[in-house]
């Protein structure tokens, strides 16, 4: 039976939400599957994704088949890195040891980009909120001082015109 890691959507109209899942090649997109390994959540900035990697591992080493967007997140979180590295166990080129410190330093560098990214988006956010809060304020401004010579104007022309009744 061929065994694709997919995406099998989710969520309301707009709003995608995908499950990632190991299914038949056969079935429905949205159909039957194998095993659920995961979520991806597009609709965040960064796209939320959680990964059971060595799940994930456990299929791409039974001969299951990644879509594109499923090789994609799969790359994203270290699953086909993982699993090139337990190919370079099983070859006898790694141990054990040396492919789990390999890749809890690539996991560790991606954490460090992923934080600097969402760090980066956040303050992006407040300057931009920044940037409102300043062009409010001078708008208002703007208004207040455009209004004051009206009002200042009303309160002379009542006295002139009490001034032509005496």
Request: charged share 30%.
């Amino acid at each position: 039976m061929p065994v694709k890691i997919r995406l099998q959507r989710h969520g309301k109209k707009g709003k995608p939400f995908y499950w990632i899942v190991a299914a038949d090649a056969r079935s429905k997109r949205d159909g039957k599957y194998l095993e659920k390994l995961g979520i991806y959540n597009p609709n965040t900035n960064p796209a939320t994704v959680d990964l059971n990697v060595d799940g994930a591992v456990k299929w791409l080493q039974n001969g299951a088949q990644p879509t594109d967007t499923a090789k994609t997140l799969l790359s994203y979180k270290g699953a086909l890195l993982k699993n090139h590295l337990a190919g370079g166990v099983r070859k006898g080129a790694l141990t054990e040891e040396q492919a789990e410190s390999k890749f809890a330093a690539w996991l560790e560098e991606k954490t460090g980009k992923v934080g600097a990214k969402a760090e980066d988006l956040a303050k992006a956010e407040a300057d931009a909120k920044a940037k409102a809060l300043e062009a409010e304020k001078a708008v208002n401004e703007a208004r207040i001082a455009a209004a004051a010579p009206v009002v200042e104007e009303a309160p002379a022309e009542e006295a002139e015109a009490s001034n032509e009744e005496e």
